[in-house]
């Protein structure tokens, strides 16, 4: 099966760096994604990785584990607009493949 | 960019009452997925789909079934709804490109059983 675990909640002031963390065990592994879901929309894609090392992308960055089965989410110079729900998606190897298995998502509210 | 649509936003239907959530997407993606959201136990799959006609079950498929007559429409079907079906419905789509597949997701159907 698989097994996701990151923070329920977490608070930064904006123009701070923040740091969500995930860990995670699949069935096999084929990649992890990160989604951005602000309240009553749906999730957004912004990130992938599938080998080790950071991944970086404008203020987001995600690195990734795998012998660890760890992976983080830095956010920085937080913007209020941040202030959502930070889900951790790792890929196993069942259902083809295809599968993303989703956490419950991290809750980041950005203050002044 | 890519597009996934569902039928409504909004939805309250009453308990045993037969229940069609629909979906397109309009980038000729070959996966589609239904999942369904709760509070405090996120997104949880109910059925895929990897191609027409074809389906597999996800991690919660008791209850629901599903339609793929088209490669751009994927049906949600709630047989006889209940008020534990009562959630948000998100619907998603995607490709494979050299290994690496991203979900794109609709807007989400909040459906209300009475």
């Known amino acids: 099966g698989q097994n996701i675990d990151q923070p329920t909640e977490m608070t930064a002031t904006e123009g701070a760096i923040v740091q969500i963390n995930c860990t995670y065990q699949?069935?096999?592994?084929?990649?992890l994604f990160w989604y951005q879901q602000h309240a009553g929309e749906a999730p957004t894609f912004l990130s992938y990785?599938?080998?080790?090392g950071l991944e970086e992308k404008g203020r987001f960055s995600s690195f990734l584990s795998r012998s660890k089965g760890y992976s983080y989410l830095l956010l920085k110079e937080l913007q209020m607009k941040d202030s959502a729900s930070y889900l951790c998606a790792p890929r196993g190897l069942t259902g083809g493949g295809n599968k993303l298995t989703f956490g419950t998502g991290t809750q980041l509210k950005v203050e002044l | 960019d890519v597009k996934v649509t569902q039928s409504s936003r909004y939805l309250v239907k009453r308990t045993g009452e037969k229940v069609f959530l629909e979906c397109v997407q309009d980038?000729?993606?070959?996966?589609m997925f239904w999942y369904r959201q709760d509070p405090g136990l996120g997104l949880r799959l109910i059925y895929f789909?990897?191609?027409?006609?074809?389906?597999e079950k996800g991690d919660i498929p008791e209850g629901y079934s599903v339609s793929r007559e088209k490669k751009e429409r994927f049906s949600l079907i709630l047989e006889s709804a209940s008020t534990n079906q009562t959630s948000m419905y998100l619907c998603?789509?995607?490709?494979?490109?050299?290994?690496?597949?991203?979900?794109?997701f609709g807007p989400g159907t909040r459906l209300l059983v009475l």
């Open positions: 789909s990897y191609d027409v006609k074809m389906k």
């Open positions: 990785n599938v080998l080790d």
């Open positions: 980038m000729d993606h070959e996966n």
């Open positions: 998603a789509s995607s490709l494979s490109v050299r290994g690496r597949e991203t979900q794109y």
């Open positions: 699949t069935s096999g592994f084929n990649g």
